[in-house]
Structures are given as C-alpha cells and as structure tokens.
C-alpha cells in the first residue's frame, strides 16, 4: 500500500474569513466554475445560504455565525444594547435561511450566548469589544469544524478495507464542512493511508450535489469515484458492487432519527434489503438533543422549479402538481452506526447518544 499525505491543503474550501470579509465559493457553479463571492451585506449571505451558493450543514452553520459578524461590523458605536437588539435581529434572520441543517441554528444560538456571557461577565464593555469576541467566536466554530471532520474520518476509516464499494448520497464532503467533510472524512483518511476502494456517488436529484459536487471533489483528490443516477443504486447493489453506505446528515435526533438529502431513505431501504451496513457520518454540531425523534425535524420544501427543469430546460408541463421536499428521514433501526468525533454509536442510539451527547449544551 502506497501512503500519500491528507489531502486537506488542496480540498476546496466553501467558506473563508479573511481580513475582517466573507467570502463564499458559489457551489450552484460547480463543477464549470470556481466563483468566490465576497458578501458584502447579510442580506447576501442569507441569499447565498437559501440558494445553496454554500450548503451542506457544517457549512451553513460557520456561514451562518460569520453572516452575523457581515450584519454587526458597522453596529460597533452603538451602546451595547442596541448592538445586541440588532445581533437577535439578525441572528434570527439568519437562521430563517434553512429549516432543517440544525448547525445553523446551532451556531448563531453559541453566537448568542458567546455575546451575553461577555456582557455579563465584563468582559465587553463596548460594542467594539463584543463584535471582537463575535468574530472569534465564528473563527473557533470554523476551526472547531475543522477537527470534528478529522474526528470522523480517523474514527470511519477502519471501516474501509481493501476492495470495497462505498456508496454515498449528496454532498457531505469538503464542500459542505470546513475541510474534510462528514461522509468523505473516512474516504480521505484510508486514501492516504492507502487503501484502495471505488466510491458510488448518486447524482442526487433535483440539484445534483452529487453529480456536481462530490464527483468533482472525490476526482481533484485523485479517489476512484462512479458517478450513478439515483434510480441506479438498487442496480448496483443488487450487482454486489457496494459493500457500505456513507452519507452525511443534517439533523439527528435524540433517538438517532436521521435527515439528510431527500433519496436517503430509500438507499438505507435498499441497503437493508440487501444486508448492507449504512452509515451516517456525523458531528456533534449536527446532534439535537432537544429533538426527541425525526418526526418533529422540520422538512424544508423547495421550489417547484427544482423538479420541473433540468438546469435552465423545463422537463415537465406548465401548471403540473410539484412536491419538493429537500431532505427526508431514515429511522434509526436502519442505521448501522453514527460515526462521530467521538467515536461509532451504535443502537440504542437514544441511550448511546444520551452517553456521548446528552451534556450538549445546544
Ligand atoms: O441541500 P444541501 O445540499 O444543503 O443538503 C446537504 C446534505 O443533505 C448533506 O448530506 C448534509 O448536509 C450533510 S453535510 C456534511
């Protein structure tokens, strides 16, 4: 086995802080173009997160905490308490972005409560203070991410052995974290410890974040990547070409109820069906606690455009009945095993998460 180095330099990066500016990689021109946009206003943010220009959890989460700092950089001469009547103001027009990617209000809640304990401890006495320690605080979540990423892939790793089919759904790779990614953390850590395996990415309809993103992303890193339709992946297992499924999720309750990407439940169907382990990538940032089980997860639904067209071309008749719902729901007795930062939980995940999460303070 040849060993290569993490490859985490040269993964593309979705979100970056730079001299007090946000700059996000347009994701809906991937994989044509590599666009970064500076945001100039958080009305731009909020733009960029509602139409997926970033996206993908841990990503909206970090884009969320500094789309506060773009709204509070021009409150600093305000007394503090109207800086922090505009933080509420905006955190909660943030978090209007997406419903269902728990990290965005995940983070602009330690937003929040990074603010009031500073004012409450004396730490900021001005409003120039508290932007500072916002600013931190949104470059902690960021780098936070960073090591909750490596955390699942040393922890997922092992479970990829020579030879393997590995099937995701979506995009939970670099584009939609900090750096590594949630389902892909793994596949770059045994890719460079060398271990060779061939990894099935679902184009993941109506958007494609998989055809667009995570075969563009698996393919810069030099990963042996087959990119299918989704209606094929029955096909594929029924064929013995895949022997485990990773995704990303984008909430996952108490009871270990997973959402992710709409079609995740049905591969975790077809993976029961055919004695395949499904497993689902994911941060302690991605855990609520406060939601007992996947029935109260709110599902967002989408433009009916999404489905009609295929990129700019309409592919359905005018005036047609459209439902569009961008994430679903896989219970938890179909899921192999959560690969966190902590390690892999297994059933019963309301007592296994209660162990390793339950002193979550979110
Ligand atoms: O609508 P998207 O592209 O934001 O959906 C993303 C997903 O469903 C990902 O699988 C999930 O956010 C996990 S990302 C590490």
């Known amino acids: 086995m040849t060993q290569t180095p993490l490859i985490a330099d040269s993964l593309p990066r979705a979100v970056t802080w730079q001299d007090g500016n946000l700059y996000l990689l ?62 509420e103001k905006h955190a909660a027009y943030l ?29 900021a006495e001005t409003a120039v203070r508290l932007y500072d320690i916002l600013v931190r605080e949104a470059v902690s979540i960021h780098e936070e991410d960073k090591g909750l990423c490596r955390g699942m892939g040393e922890n997922g790793a092992p479970l990829i052995t020579e030879g393997m089919g590995i099937l995701t759904h979506c995009n939970a790779g ?28 679902d184009e993941t ?60 439940l049905g591969v975790a169907i077809l993976a029961r069906h055919f004695g395949i382990p499904f497993y ?20 967002e639904e989408r433009d009916a455009a999404e489905v009609t067209r295929f990129g700019a071309r309409p592919t359905a008749p005018d005036g047609i009945q459209v439902r569009n719902p961008a994430f679903d729901v896989t219970p938890h007795d179909l899921v192999t095993g959560l690969i966190t930062e902590k390690g892999i939980i297994t059933a019963p995940y309301d007592r296994t998460l209660k162990t390793l999460f339950g002193g979550k303070d979110d």
């Open 26 to 87: 347009d994701q809906t021109r991937l994989p044509q173009e590599t666009l970064i946009e500076k945001q100039e206003t958080v009305e731009q943010v909020f733009e960029a997160i509602r139409m997926l220009k970033v996206r993908g959890a841990p990503a909206i989460g970090v884009a969320g905490a500094y789309g506060l700092c773009v709204a509070l950089r021009d409150k600093t001469a305000l007394p503090t308490d109207a800086f922090m009547a505009e933080l």
């Open 95 to 123: 978090d209007s972005a997406r419903p269902t990617a728990v990290n965005l209000s995940w983070a602009l809640q330690r937003m929040r409560q990074r603010a009031e304990a500073a004012l409450t401890s004396g730490e």
């Open 174 to 201: 670099s584009l939609a974290t900090s750096e590594l990614g949630t389902a892909t953390a793994p596949l770059y850590v045994a890719h460079s410890r060398g271990v060779s395996f061939r990894v099935y990415a």
């Open 205 to 264: 309809r109506p958007l494609l974040q998989g055809a667009r993103l995570t075969a563009w992303e698996l393919q810069q890193a030099g990963i042996d990547v087959t990119l299918i339709t989704d209606n094929m992946a029955a096909h594929m297992m029924a064929e013995g070409l895949v022997d485990m499924v990773i995704v990303g999720t984008d909430r996952v309750a108490a009871n270990g109820d997973v959402a992710n990407k709409i079609g995740t």
């Open 280 to 299: 689902v990538a994911c941060p302690s940032s991605t855990i609520d606690m406060a939601m007992e089980s996947g029935k109260g997860i709110p599902i």
